[in-house]
């Protein structure tokens, strides 16, 4: 059975969560019940999911939907910007961010048929890549030094902003 990471557990009270990390080794098949991002900073990494095995290298991001699994495979050093958006957090608290321009159809255009099993992967580039990692970076900071509300809507605009 595989493990699913609560919103409960990684949100501390906002409805967003952000954290680079460097896996040292296999990370387990795993679901989420919130929207996950991860960006790949450096290095590559084998990404399983329902719809196969594809390495992920510096510049390809990983969007997986709530109940969509997935497992990380280590082959090397590899830097792994992280971001999730509690569901709930989209249609309340950061709802206006669903309504910037871009943002709206990025996050509807993400994956939510069968055929995708609720994963996209994209590449960025690493410019790109690096941009968006610094500001889910930011994002952690602002999260862990708690500077308010809108300090964290607006890492996480600049953030969408990047991405769409």
């Known amino acids: 059975m595989r493990r699913t990471f609560r919103e409960r557990n990684h949100f501390d009270g906002y ?3 952000a954290r ?3 896996p040292m080794s296999d990370v387990v098949p795993h679901a989420h019940d919130f929207l996950e991002i991860a960006i790949i900073g450096s290095g590559s990494v084998r990404h399983v999911t329902a719809a196969g095995e594809h390495v992920l290298e510096h ?11 997935h497992a990380l495979h280590i082959t090397g050093e590899v830097v792994v910007a992280n ?5 709930a957090g989209l249609r309340g608290d950061l709802h ?3 309504e910037m321009p871009g943002v709206s159809t990025f996050l509807a255009g993400l994956p939510a048929s069968a055929g995708t099993f609720g994963v996209h992967i994209a590449q960025l580039g690493p410019a790109v890549a690096t941009e968006a990692s610094t500001r889910i970076a930011e994002l952690e900071s602002a999260l862990e030094l708690q500077r308010g509300v809108g300090r964290i809507q607006g890492q996480l605009a600049l953030l969408l902003g990047i991405l769409a």
């Not at 510049?59 to 699994?69: E, F, S």
């Not at 971001?83 to 569901?87: A, I, K």
Request: positive net charge; charged residues 10%.
């Open 83 to 87: 971001c999730g958006l509690s569901m």
């Open 96 to 98: 206006h961010l669903t």
């Open 15 to 17: 409805p967003v969560f």
């Open 59 to 69: 510049g390809d991001v990983a969007i997986l939907r709530p109940g969509a699994w």
């Open 20 to 22: 680079i990390t460097r």
